[in-house]
């Protein structure tokens, strides 16, 4: 289970297609290796109301949170933390360009005991497809 979410600056919509930035983060979660497909999730939310260090329109942000379960050690939190925020960064840079701009990431673990997640069958579909040849 991953799931990561993003919260941005409505400004950014005039320059980023937030679609394809989670596309462009989903694919990073499972090219990882450490993420399953089917449990794979991004949600990215518009921040229409927020004030950015010094106040200015023009200031922009990306801040993500990813949410995984428990159970991997630290040498694979720290490279999924990388694998993360690196594809992030690669996708932005160019077309940030010279808007002043933040990105941050957080990584958390998800104590199994209060996550439930009984009815999923996203796994079966994917297993059906895969089986189908497509």
Known sequence: MAHLSFEYSANLEAHLDM?????VMRDA???????PLGG??????RVDV???????????FIDMTLRMGQGRDESVRVQVTDDIYSAAE???RDRVGDMPFALS?????????????????????LKAKDSAGG
């Open 105 to 125: 990431l957080e990584v958390m673990e998800i104590d199994a005991r209060f996550a439930e997640k009984r009815f999923n069958t996203l796994h079966g579909f």
């Open 50 to 60: 927020c004030s950015v260090a010094s106040g200015e329109a023009e200031l922009g």
């Open 40 to 45: 794979i999730r991004v949600r990215g939310t």
């Open 90 to 92: 690669s996708w932005l």
């Open 29 to 35: 979660m499972h090219d990882s290796g450490v993420f």
């Open 19 to 23: 679609q394809a930035l989670s596309d």
